[in-house]
């Protein structure tokens, strides 16, 4: 299974571009198309209405919108239920003020988004081709970011734990237990929060793993102006940062009005990335009329040059 990121500026026509790509490459292979973008329009661009749950086009097209806002919501709510269940020993405790805010906390739109991508590349295994039409710069970088972050954090916090654990058998052992106290597991085996860690500290690593991976490609789609010229210089050094498969570049909306600027910004880019070719594309627009309308073409040679072997 390949999987695809379309990142880019906002209004580049990156969502355009992606489903272009996902409706070509439906003609011979099963796709599954996903936007996380919060402002989606990928249903706009294919003539139909998605309910974040897939939806199927054609025999080989599939179409998904996440809800970030449910996403978002969902996934609190899985958390604040593993921590009730796990800490229910502090049930004297006003726990709800605590939880109340979770809500507010930096970073749950990135794990959530970051937990949808998990999911979906670890059930949808009957596709070829996964796609994923990115957030802006900001989001996407934070997201793509967050397994690498996150398995350094639960490294520590699986040591911090073995050590609460020694403890806790040393001092129970110490004092002993009476009949009315309730007796805290130590053993590792048997600790809730250590299988917990253990479990995020798997997943996050088998992520890591395909997104820095020969079936991961990541296209950076951006317009010959100059605020689309800054925003993907950002996106090409978080990439390098990431160690991510930056595999090519969508020149898009290029014409012969604008043919000059967009030989200038082409060369900037190349100049941060030798090894990335870069694609032109002239068409700006691309929408299908119902499941009988014909999706504008991107050249075959782009599509050829996404890493696809």
Known sequence: ?????????GGVGKSTIAAATAWQLSQKNRVLIVSLDPAHNLGDIFGVT???????????????????????????????????????????????????????SPGIEEYALLTSIEETVRNETDFDYI??????????LRFLALPRITITWIDRLIQIRQKILEKRYTIQKIRGT??????????????DVLK???????????????????DCSIVLVFNPDILSLKES????????????????????????????IADRIEKNI???????????????????NGKGGKLYDIPEDTISKLHIR
């Open 270 to 288: 190349k100049s941060m990335a030798k090894d990335v070719p870069i694609e032109r594309v002239s068409l700006s627009k691309a929408l299908l």
């Open 50 to 104: 998605l309910k974040n749950k897939k939806a199927q086009f054609t025999e080989k097209l599939f179409l998904k919108e996440i809800n970030l806002q449910k996403l978002s919501r969902d996934y609190l709510q899985r958390e604040i239920n593993v921590l009730s269940s796990t800490y229910k020993y502090l049930q004297t405790l006003n726990l709800d003020d605590y939880f109340s805010v979770l809500k507010y």
């Open 178 to 191: 009476s009949k009315e106290e309730i007796v805290l597991n130590y053993s590792e085996e048997d600790d």
């Open 196 to 214: 917990r860690l253990r479990t995020l500290n798997d997943n996050y690593q088998a992520l890591n793993s395909i997104l820095q991976g020969e």
């Open 131 to 140: 796609i994923f039409d990115t957030p802006p710069t900001g989001l996407t």
């Open 1 to 9: 299974m390949k999987i695809l990121f379309y990142t880019g500026k």
């Open 233 to 260: 210089q950002r996106l090409i050094e978080g990439l390098y940062d990431l160690n991510l498969p930056l595999r090519l570049f969508i020149d898009n909306k290029v014409n012969e009005e604008n043919r000059k």
